[in-house]
């Protein structure tokens, strides 16, 4: 069936870097996405979204990107800081649905 | 505060038990999923509803049973026809119609199998 997907299971980066966490989907019907952080043994919670009507989207510290064409989202954290290391996920969902469906996740590494 | 909790955090089962797992809900959502997360996996949905009185399986739902039988509740039980039950529960919800369908999640119930 069709799927999200993540490209790197595992991201290390030194404080102060930026970080960017990569995510494919195949649903081409997708057009509502979320990242998601994750820290052990919590819920995910909620970072930031972003409808199919945009392309970029800002928050405080993180910028999602979306490219329909090839059908790819990102992640950007700027100035990773040590409080950022968790696992991050991708989720979609389409307007038939609302049911999200999510990636594999990426463990973000981030050292002092 | 407004949230969802799940409970208990930790639980541990005999072979051949059934479990429930309790998640409740104060912010007025429509919609409930379960998900099944197994170490560096993501996360796979066992069950939702959509409304109250209804509910739909997920990709993994064999082993498991739900009800909703009120808004704010949608428990989960975990019966012996789960093989391989040992895993990180987490429930969500999620409001129709709104803007953001950002999914509500809880703190997450970690069964185990003794």
């Known amino acids: 069936g069709e799927s999200v997907g993540l490209h790197l299971p595992t991201l290390s980066v030194q404080e102060g870097d930026n970080s960017i966490i990569n995510c494919a989907y195949s649903n081409s019907a997708s057009d509502y996405f979320i990242w998601y952080k994750q820290e052990s043994g919590k819920g995910p919670q909620f970072i930031i979204d972003i409808r199919s009507n945009m392309d970029k989207r800002q928050g405080q510290r993180v910028t999602v990107l979306l490219n329909k064409t090839v059908k790819h989202l990102s992640l950007q954290i700027a100035a990773t800081q040590p409080g950022d290391s968790a696992v991050y996920f991708c989720?979609?969902?389409?307007?038939?649905?609302?049911?999200?469906?999510f990636g594999r996740g990426t463990s973000l590494i981030v050292h002092p | 505060d407004g949230g969802i909790t799940q409970s208990p955090k930790y639980l541990f089962r005999k072979e051949g038990q059934n479990v429930t797992l309790s998640c409740e809900q104060n912010?007025?959502?429509?919609?409930m999923y379960w998900y099944r997360q197994d170490p560096g996996q993501g996360l796979r949905l066992i069950y939702y509803s959509q409304i109250v009185n209804d509910f739909q399986k997920g990709d993994i739902a064999e082993g498991y049973s739900v009800s909703r039988e009120k808004k704010e509740s949608f428990p989960l039980t975990v019966t012996s026809a789960q093989k391989n039950p040992t895993a990180f529960y987490l429930c969500?919800?999620?409001?129709?119609?709104?803007?953001?369908?950002?999914?509500?999640f809880g703190q997450g119930t970690r069964l185990t199998v003794v």
């Open positions: 912010l007025n959502h429509d919609a």
């Open positions: 969500a919800s999620s409001s129709y119609g709104q803007t953001s369908r950002e999914a509500f």
């Open positions: 989720a979609e969902s389409s307007g038939g649905s609302y049911i999200p469906t």
